[in-house]
Every structure is written in structure tokens, then in C-alpha cells.
């Protein structure tokens, strides 16, 4: 599997966590009854507007990743990022909570969760709920982060967040059409197997840093930081 094909399906497996998380956003948006069409606009725009910002963010990342790789520390990056990966599993899997992340993380919604009311009925306000929806905390959207720093350029790290939020697309509109029947018949506990999901992808980085010359699982490093994905 390509570092971009992981990419989607990461953010197709992942969507769970999402519908869990947003689903109940995308069920109060206020859509146009009647005409089909302007509905599926408005579910497309909002959409639109979430992805961008997951691409701006991939872009930040890859900036940051790649700027770190032209000094020839991209193993080490993929290393770090895979262990904390990893760590970060391991801590959620055993159920622990750091109330100062907790609180951090409330500061960090409360605003934006302030601005979404806000725009939620006001002309124009599906592309900017989605853009706030997008920057809320979320543990799926910090992994693909963390794996878009990883790309070898800065347009790679967005099109990793790109291809990431497209993958959630299915889920997310799914959400929107029939979110009461969803939530009445289908019950995901995502806090279960997201810590797995962690562990899996930190030890997909921690491989992928020890530069053993396995094709898409682990390939070459070199000190330039090019990677030979074969």
C-alpha cells in the first residue's frame, strides 16, 4: 500500500470515529427541505469546507516535516512519531486521562463551538461550519497529522490530509441522510479500537524509520531524506 493510498483508507476505516464524534453536527444542520439537489449542495459544501482545512493543516505539517528532512532527520521523525504514536495507544488503551489535556482540549472547542452556533443558520454558514468542524480536536485527525509529517514535500503532507478527509466522506454523508436510523440501530464504541488504531500506525512509523529496504513497509532513508518506496 502507498504512503497516499494509506492515506484514504485510513480516513475510510477512521470514519467511525468521526460519525461518533461530528455525526451529531452533521445531523443538526439546518438542510433545505424540498428539492434534493440543494440538499446535496449543502452537504457537498460543508464537506468542502472541512477537507480545506485538513489540507491547510497538511500543508503546515509537510512545511515542518520537510524542513526537518532537508536536515537529514527524517528517520529520526518517523521514529519519534511512530513511538509517540504508540505511547499515545498504550496510555488510552489502559484507560488513563491527563486532565490537563482534557481541559486544554475544552479551551480549544469551546470557541470554535461557540462560531458554529453562531453560523449555523446564517446564510453561507455550511462552508464555515466545515471549516470550524475541521479544526475541533480530534484523535484521528492528530494521527493523520502526525503521519503528514512525515511526507517528503510540503505538497505531500497536504495531499495527505486531502486524501484523508475524502476517505471520510462516505460515513460523513451517510450521517447526514439517515442519521436517525443510524444512530438508533448502530452503535460504535470507537473509544474501544482507536487506541488499536494508534498502536498499529505508530508501529507502521517506527518500521518505516529503521530503514530495513522492505518495500511500502519499511524502504531506504537516505541522508538527504529521500525515501525509495519501490
Known sequence: MSYHTLAFFMG???????V???????VALPLSHGARWKVGVQLLV????RVSVYTLLGLLVGALGNSVGLRGWQQFLSLASGLLLIGIGIFTLWGRHVPAVARMQE???APLTRWIGYWLYRP???????????LLP??????????ALNADSVQGGGLFMLLFGLGTWPAMLLTATMGSFLKRHIRVNTARWLPVFYLLMGGWFVLRGANL??????PLIYPEGAILCG
Request: proline share 4%; net charge neutral; aromatic share 8%.
Open 138 to 147: 480530534c484523535g484521528m485527525v492528530y494521527m493523520a497529522l502526525a503521519a
Open 20 to 26: 461518533a464524534m461530528c455525526g451529531p453536527l452533521m
Open 124 to 134: 453561507g454558514g455550511y462552508l464555515v461550519v466545515g471549516c470550524l468542524n475541521g
Open 107 to 109: 479551551r480549544v472547542a
Open 12 to 18: 475510510l476505516f477512521g470514519s467511525l470515529h468521526c
Open 46 to 49: 460543508y464537506q468542502v469546507g
Open 213 to 218: 529496504d522492505i518495500p511500502m513497509l519499511s
